[in-house]
């Protein structure tokens, strides 16, 4: 793809999310886009998003379990950038009937970094030396691409189909909790819809922030002390409409709960 | 469950399909779900069907050393198509020590499944016991690793057949770290299960019937049903936290606990 198409992807993505509304897929429109393009389409994406006005706070990490890499025939995860206009705290209303088109819920682990991690070459141990805390978290993506038919390029495209997220007010010190064997209840309107594990991701959540490190450090860019970082989804995807009650339970860490409107 | 009080089959027909279920578990082939030949056959004549195959192996100098409940996850009800837990007893010869190795070809067709065993130290007679009776009755829990042997075809039954079949018994390895219960939050204690080395199966302790202690709340109440009790000292496993994986001569198993350690074992 040329500069220009790249650019127009871009703010096509913008105004989707801005005047909700959902576009063809890339992936049928420009058949050869790449990986690189669609990363490209993001960076662009979320530069509309800063010009006006939101700060980018952090990254998330996407695809990190087997079957939805087996699902979009990939082998590796991919990431998309947090702003500030994404995050909301616990026990505060989620809005996603306002700011959200087709909302699904996924329980995770985020890390809060107090290190500067640039990688390449970054290890787990550099990861967990990294980490102030971790703390549980609902990531309720969304997809600017019509009925999610998304191919890999797609998803990248789309800032890593991310949406709104929440925060639990419970942080725990990395090395108090086995981040691999932790495990996750997810409740929705007083049922008890899936349990996980942190092996879930990739075998391990720090395994899935040390992969985004040396990711960016390809790029030169570096996750930064402060930054918030999503490590991927522990049970499978939820779909969440105004009214939903959702809680998530991390074994050793605590919970979040968040009630949609 | 219906019908536990009242049997349609007669002590003859009890006995025989015992020996008929049991002939399949000692020799290692598959037979027909046996509600195909009897379908008006209650649950109380499948427990009576299990408690005579316990009554065999009892006679023939084999211990009771356990009691599983199957079934107790959603994961495995959607699995096998049921919608009741079930239970059935271990003996002495189902154990193998962890790390250890199981033959393949003394089984049909197993299947492992991540669980808990729960030890007590005092009696649960139910009816009426609650998560709260199993928690303060409960002496330590330990991690175990139950595996599965259905003795019908294709692995395909009903509840009253699987009941009567000793809800699949077959072998466990238990080891690991053992913990107080008011160490251990059990409804999100995670279990990761990898078979050759790959991550296989996830899940937490909730997947149980909400919590670990329920499952052996709801034995000791089903017991009740037929007057028996769970005595001090039983050794129980809870069912399995993650669907169950099928293994094959040649693989190998690591299932990691949190906070409880592992367990692992060899198909041989």
């Not at chain 1, 985004?212 to 918030?228: D, M, Q, R, S, Y």
């Amino acid at each position: 793809m040329n500069k220009e198409q790249i650019l127009l992807c871009g703010d096509e993505l913008y105004e989707a999310m801005t005047q909700r509304h959902t576009l063809r897929p890339f992936t049928e429109r420009f058949t050869d886009i790449t990986i690189e393009d669609a990363y490209a389409i993001s960076l662009r994406m979320i530069e509309r998003r800063v010009a006006a006005g939101e700060k980018i706070i952090g990254k998330k990490i996407g695809l990190t379990s087997k079957a939805v890499q087996n699902m979009l025939k990939v082998g590796q995860p991919d990431f998309g950038f947090l702003t500030d206009a994404m995050a909301y705290s616990e026990g505060q209303e989620m809005p996603i009937s306002e700011k959200l088109m087709q909302p699904k819920a996924e329980g995770e682990i985020a890390f809060i970094l107090k290190k500067d991690l640039l990688g390449p070459g970054i290890t787990n141990a550099d990861v967990l030396a990294a980490t102030d805390c971790v703390l549980p978290c609902f990531e309720v993506v969304d997809s600017r691409i019509e009925n999610w038919n998304i191919k890999i390029q797609d998803t990248v495209a789309d800032n890593a189909s991310c949406g709104l997220f929440i925060l639990g007010d419970k942080a725990v010190d990395p090395r108090k909790v086995d981040l691999s064997t932790c495990g996750m209840v997810v409740e929705k309107n007083g049922s008890i819809i899936s349990t996980g594990a942190g092996a879930a991701a990739l075998g391990s959540p720090v395994n899935c922030v040390t992969w985004l490190a040396n990711t960016l450090g390809h790029f030169g860019i570096p996750l930064k002390a402060g930054e918030v970082i999503l490590s991927g989804s522990l049970v499978p995807l939820e779909p969440v409409q105004a009214g939903d009650f959702m809680s998530v339970s991390i074994g050793g860490i605590g919970s979040a709960s968040v009630r949609f409107v | 469950m219906s019908d536990v009080n009242e049997n349609k089959l007669s002590q003859t027909q009890i006995e025989e399909l015992a020996e008929h279920l049991e002939n399949a578990e000692l020799q290692a082939y598959e037979v027909t779900k046996i509600t195909d030949d009897y379908p008006d056959m209650t649950y109380k004549d499948a427990f009576d069907i299990q408690w005579e195959i316990r009554r065999r192996k009892e006679a023939r100098g084999n211990k009771i050393v356990g009691m599983k409940m199957g079934l107790t996850s959603w994961a495995k009800m959607s699995q096998m198509g049921v919608e009741h837990p079930c239970y059935g007893f271990l003996a002495d010869y189902f154990t193998v020590p962890d790390g250890g190795e199981i033959k393949h070809d003394e089984l049909i067709h197993p299947k492992i499944e991540a669980e808990l065993a729960f030890v007590t130290k005092a009696p649960l007679k139910g009816p009426g016991i609650h998560i709260g009776d199993v928690l303060r009755a409960t002496d330590f829990v330990m991690p175990a690793v139950e595996v599965i042997d259905s003795r019908y075809k294709d692995f395909k039954f009903d509840l009253k057949s699987v009941i009567a079949d000793n809800s699949s018994s077959t072998r466990f390895i238990t080891g690991g770290r053992m913990a107080d219960v008011a160490d251990l939050d059990l409804k999100t204690l995670g279990v990761v299960m990898e078979i050759n080395g790959e991550v296989v199966e996830v899940g937490a302790g909730a997947a149980v019937l909400g919590h670990p202690a329920s499952s052996v709340a709801m034995l000791a109440n089903m017991l009740g049903e037929r007057g028996e009790e769970l005595p001090a000292g039983s050794f129980v496993m809870i069912g399995a936290i993650t669907a169950a994986v099928q293994v094959n001569k040649g693989d190998s198993f690591c299932v990691r606990y949190q906070d409880l350690g592992t367990i692992s074992g060899k198909f041989v």
